[in-house]
């Protein structure tokens, strides 16, 4: 019989709703206080997860969420970034 693998679920700040890690974009706060997005998936430091939805960055950014998952302040550039990503 085939192992059943588990897929990772995590929450996405913005919509609140479990989604498979795969399907999120990373924002990570790394050893060196810096925020990043993070494409792999494995870079060491705190992260939080977003849906690929501008919804979900807006909402994430009006209620500070984002802010709060990381608990550090997040530059405007972050999020520009983020928007133009989902833009593509």
Known sequence: MPKV???PQRMCVGCQEMKPKKELIRIVRTPQDSIEIDNTGKKSGRGAYICPRVECL????KEKRLEKALQRQ????IYQVLAERLET
């Open 5 to 7: 693998r588990k897929i």
């Open 58 to 61: 807006q909402r994430a950014s």
């Open 74 to 77: 997040i530059s405007k550039e």
